[in-house]
């Protein structure tokens, strides 16, 4: 913080004094945040009430004007009759004696520190030398990343919809949009097929689980608005870069276009199959969305080592077929359970049912919190990670299930060439080589202490050390690591 006010022309005494000052101003405000342990429950976290009651429970500020502040280049206005939903109310309530009790320098300070430290990102090499010592500490980050790197991902980051459109136009095959649908529908039909046998569910919350899949929505590839130059230059007409403006004055005029379109949307009926919302095919990942109810695969995951048209299955339902069905069960992990098929938080489970599930979602937890990392010698957070973890566990079982469904269908596959290995095996061996991946251990420590997902090797090990078909494939003797006597399974 210091090192990076002088550079900006602080006094270096003066800085130490002060900025030390707005560090402990920040660990206050940590302190009284909601660890995102207790984050996990939607319920707990929807508020509703109006900005008048908001105003009278929190006084410390002018709401109204506060908000009306951040619309004020949207057209938009705010009164004190506007419902807001409030995530965490007992951090507003801790929130005003910390305003109060904090010098208004002190609040400035920490204002300034948060934009230099966003800003110096596009700044001078010398302020980008220093945030890299930083990102060093973190990560272990030794080196910039190449110039040009750094503006393909700025460009297609900040331009999604236009760079997408260019991405599918030029790389993206038909034909591979047409045969991840075929595979979503194989492993759709799985999970119908658990969920219509699972024991511990009662039949009124089954119906509504029934229902939900069916309601889900696919969205593969791109959508055709993606396709429209008309479409996309009306999207994009607002933004009008100015030659004489310099490379931080564009990023932020970047930012302003995209916070204003998202503010605009405040009095805009809710469209759940916006193309807009999906419009970013250039990204290789994956989506659920809880109040949408829909899964998304965008196209720059329909490629390389996820997918190609012209594999053996085995090998694609092992990748890409992991992933749809990681997507598919989101919707039924311990926080996408909370929605309905229309996306509305609603609590649609039986109590016994809902304690059976829970029970199920602990035994992932303790399974996954007693995993450790052997090179920073740290456990995982099993309860941070459990929502990843379900869908894990789910998606490679639906996978499997599918690729055998398939292959009682069309018949056994080859095997390759050069490899001793049954299709059966290649199916978890592409499922394994899907999280490949090398750390370093500034990296993996903040991975496993702030992160969602656990660490690679551990989504390869948990979910198939807990398939019985897995140790069945490769021979594992009962009680070894990967086939062990206790297993966990939630789907």
Same mark, same amino acid.
């Given at each position: 913080m210091v090192d990076m006010a002088v550079l900006l022309g602080a006094d270096e005494e003066r800085a130490k004094r002060e900025l030390k000052d707005s560090l402990n101003f920040e660990i206050a405000l940590a302190n009284i945040s909601l660890p995102n342990e207790k984050r996990r429950n939607a319920t707990a976290l929807y508020n509703p009430m109006s900005v008048k009651d908001f105003q009278h429970k929190y006084p410390y500020t002018n709401w109204v004007e506060y908000f009306n502040v951040i619309l004020k280049d949207t057209g938009i206005a705010i009164d004190e009759n506007e419902v807001i939903i409030v995530s965490v109310p007992a951090f507003m309530e801790q929130l005003g004696p910390l305003l109060q009790n904090t010098p208004k320098r002190t609040?400035?300070?920490?204002?300034?520190?948060?934009?230099?430290?966003?800003?110096?990102?596009?700044? /001078?090499?010398?302020?980008?030398? !220093?945030?890299?010592?930083?990102? @060093?500490?973190?990560?272990?980050? &030794?080196?910039?990343?190449? !110039?040009?790197?750094?503006?393909?991902?700025?460009?297609?980051?900040?331009?999604?919809?236009?760079?997408?459109? $260019?991405? *599918?136009?030029k790389y993206f095959r038909e034909e591979s949009k047409r045969a991840a649908l075929d595979?979503?529908?194989?492993?759709?039909?799985?999970?119908?097929?658990?969920?219509?046998?699972?024991?511990?569910?009662?039949?009124?919350?089954?119906?509504?689980? $029934?229902?939900?899949?069916?309601?889900?929505?696919?969205? *593969?590839?791109?959508?055709?608005?993606?396709?429209?130059? /008309?479409?996309?230059?009306?999207? +994009?007409?607002? $933004? &009008?870069?100015?030659?004489?403006?310099?490379?931080?004055?564009? *990023? $932020? +005029?970047?930012? %302003?276009?995209?916070? /204003?379109?998202?503010?605009?949307?405040? !009095?805009?009926?809710?469209?759940? /199959?916006d193309w807009i919302t999906h419009s970013r095919p250039a990204v290789v990942n994956a989506f659920y969305s809880s109040i949408e109810n829909s899964i998304q695969f965008p196209?720059?995951?329909? %490629?390389?080592?996820?997918?190609?048209?012209?594999?053996?299955?085995?090998?694609? +339902?092992?990748?890409?077929?992991?992933?749809?069905?990681?997507?598919? @069960?989101?919707?039924?992990?311990? %926080?996408?359970?909370?929605?309905?098929?229309?996306?509305?938080?609603?609590?649609?489970?039986?109590?016994d049912t809902k304690t059976a599930y829970l029970e199920k979602a602990r035994c992932i937890i303790e399974q996954y919190g007693n995993f450790t990392e052997p090179n920073v010698k740290l456990n995982l957070n099993g309860i941070n990670?459990?929502?990843?973890?379900?869908?894990?566990?789910g998606g490679i079982k639906e996978a499997y299930y599918a690729y055998r469904k398939w292959a009682e269908k069309n018949g056994p596959e080859p095997r390759l060439p050069g490899l001793d290995l049954s299709p059966e095996q290649m199916f978890w061996l592409s499922a394994a080589q899907t999280w490949c991946s090398v750390y370093r251990p500034e990296t993996m420590k903040m991975r496993i202490t702030t992160g969602v997902h656990s660490p690679g090797q551990f989504r390869v090990l948990g979910p198939m050390s807990n398939m019985v078909e897995f140790a069945k494939d490769f021979n594992c003797p009962a009680g070894s690591p990967m086939n062990p006597t206790q297993k966990c399974e939630v789907w």
């Open positions: 609040m400035a300070n920490y204002v300034m520190w948060r934009i230099s430290g966003f800003s110096s990102f596009f700044l /001078t090499e010398k302020l980008r030398k !220093r945030q890299l010592q930083y990102s @060093t500490a973190l990560s272990g980050k &030794q080196e910039q990343e190449p !110039r040009w790197k750094e503006c393909v991902d700025i460009t297609s980051g900040s331009l999604p919809i236009s760079v997408g459109s $260019l991405y *599918i136009r595979m979503v529908n194989d492993i759709k039909a799985v999970f119908v097929g658990i969920l219509k046998k699972v024991d511990w569910m009662d039949e009124i919350t089954r119906k509504s689980a $029934l229902e939900k899949v069916d309601s889900m929505v696919t969205h *593969i590839g791109y959508p055709d608005e993606l396709m429209d130059n /008309t479409k996309i230059a009306e999207y +994009y007409k607002d $933004l &009008q870069f100015k030659p004489e403006d310099n490379y931080l004055n564009t *990023i $932020l +005029y970047m930012n %302003q276009f995209g916070t /204003t379109k998202a503010f605009k949307k405040l !009095r805009q009926p809710v469209n759940k /199959t196209a720059g995951i329909l %490629q390389g080592q996820f997918f190609s048209y012209e594999r053996p299955k085995y090998m694609n +339902y092992g990748a890409i077929g992991f992933v749809i069905g990681h997507e598919i @069960t989101h919707g039924f992990d311990d %926080q996408g359970r909370q929605f309905d098929k229309n996306g509305n938080l609603v609590d649609w489970w039986q109590e990670t459990q929502g990843e973890n379900i869908a894990d566990n």
